[in-house]
């Protein structure tokens, strides 16, 4: 009986987990970093339609895998809200080595540009340097 | 806000000369690689990126790309969610060629799938953007607009508690992409081009997913097939950084994703 109210307990908190509207604060965050992601579409960036969202707290990274292909460019654009002071966006090789990237940080939002001379897996980590717990978005534009 | 980042553009340029992060950043742990989110959402990249990449490599005809169309009247609902995956990368496919008749005949076919899968409402009201962007040729408008499509079906089937078939339209839309990229290259092979293929998380992630599907989707004829393709198809991609697939692996990897995207369009007795 245990067992299954355990079961029934752990599925309703994986249910919620996934059914979850997105909180007034990750929706900010994501208005922050569709502001900043949308400099780029002058440049010609394709912003794509998907983000990732969370919470961000200082000595807490979060790490998401992509795949990306070699000759295209990307920019990486992470916005959150003011009680983050300071935000960052570093990209990591198949193999966990950072990448050489073009860097824009600005208190809540940083992005950051690569263009890949292989293609496949890359790490794309988002933290926060200073401030309080924070909701967080990441997006990312191609061309 | 808005006014906040308006300098942004410009800076942006003058930031990047002037400030290039080279990698001093400590390497990732082996527990943050193995703890690393994968989402459908953000990690897949959409038919349009490989799309892109394969266009910096030389010109390409891409309505040579195009193949008959298909049925829309599948009785399973998991073949129709691959099957309307492949349709939106056929979308990419027209929208690359630049031919409006296309999309605008894909687009209803989309619909067509849609409302099987019953999310036509929101779908139905995309559709007549994309057939006004055709006309208008406007490409880069109906680019976004196909994305959001895509993402408005698969919202719907997640609100539906149909992720399942979330996963059976990324798998669609991926193997019909990688039909006309591997096409294309081994047709007009080059080392360059054979390595734009490698994508070994993708694969290993979608294939994972496939094997999560409850038992009755797994049993799927179509599904069936699709799980077998790529199982076949994961040691084509998934090739070691420095190594360039031959083009008789290219070739063999375009008869896989082929014969996958074949046999799922195949109406099911």
């Not at chain 1, 604060?25 to 990732?52: H, I, M, P, Q, S």
């Not at chain 1, 990306?68 to 090789?93: C, E, H, M, R």
């Not at chain 1, 293609?119 to 401030?131: L, N, Q």
């Not at chain 2, 099987?116 to 006004?132: F, H, N, Q, Y």
């Amino acid at each position: 009986m245990k067992r299954l109210l355990l079961s029934l307990a752990c599925a309703a908190l994986a249910t919620a987990a996934v059914c979850a509207a997105p909180t007034d604060n990750e929706v900010a965050a994501r208005r922050t970093a569709l502001e900043v992601a949308g400099a780029f579409g002058n440049d010609g960036f394709k912003l794509r339609d998907g983000n990732w969202t969370g919470l961000l707290e200082v000595g807490k990274p979060k790490v998401i895998q992509v795949n990306l292909y070699a000759g295209n460019q990307y920019w990486f654009t992470l916005g959150s809200v003011p009680a983050a002071k300071k935000v960052a966006v570093t990209i990591y090789d198949e193999a966990g080595k950072a990448v050489e990237i073009d860097p824009y940080e600005e208190g809540s939002v940083a992005a950051a540009g690569f263009s890949p001379a292989t293609s496949g897996s890359f790490y794309i980590k988002v933290e926060e340097v200073e401030g309080a717990p924070a909701a967080f978005c990441l997006v990312y534009s191609y061309k | 806000m808005i006014w906040k980042h308006r300098p942004l553009a410009g800076c942006l340029a003058f930031v990047c000369l002037c400030a290039s992060a080279a990698g001093q950043a400590a390497s990732l742990t082996p527990e943050e690689i193995a703890g690393a989110a994968l989402t459908d959402g953000l990690s897949i990249p959409l038919p349009g990126e490989f799309m892109a990449a394969l266009n910096k490599i030389g010109k390409l005809d891409w309505s040579t790309k195009f193949r008959p169309p298909i049925a829309t009247n599948f009785s399973s609902r998991p073949q129709t969610a691959l099957n309307v995956g492949g349709l939106i990368a056929d979308g990419y496919i027209a929208i690359e060629a630049e031919d409006a008749q296309q999309v605008k005949n894909i687009g209803k076919d989309v619909i067509a799938l849609a409302k099987v899968l019953g999310v036509s409402k929101d779908v139905v009201e995309r559709a007549s953007s994309i057939a006004s962007f055709a006309e208008e040729s406007q490409w880069d408008q109906l680019k976004e607009e196909l994305e959001a499509t895509q993402n408005e079906v698969k919202t719907a089937m997640t609100e539906a508690k149909d992720q399942d078939l979330v996963t059976l339209i990324t798998v669609g839309g991926w193997l019909r992409g990688v039909e006309v990229v591997s096409g294309h290259v081994a047709a007009n092979y080059t080392e360059l081009g054979a390595k734009l293929l490698r994508q070994p998380g993708i694969v290993s992630f979608l294939n994972k997913n496939l094997e999560a599907l409850p038992e009755k989707v797994r049993e799927d004829s179509s599904v069936k097939i699709a799980r077998k393709k790529m199982s076949e198809i994961e040691r084509f991609i998934a090739f070691p950084l420095e190594k360039s697939p031959s083009i008789e692996d290219v070739k063999q990897l375009h008869k896989l994703a082929s014969d996958a995207v074949k046999e799922i369009s195949k109406k099911q007795k």
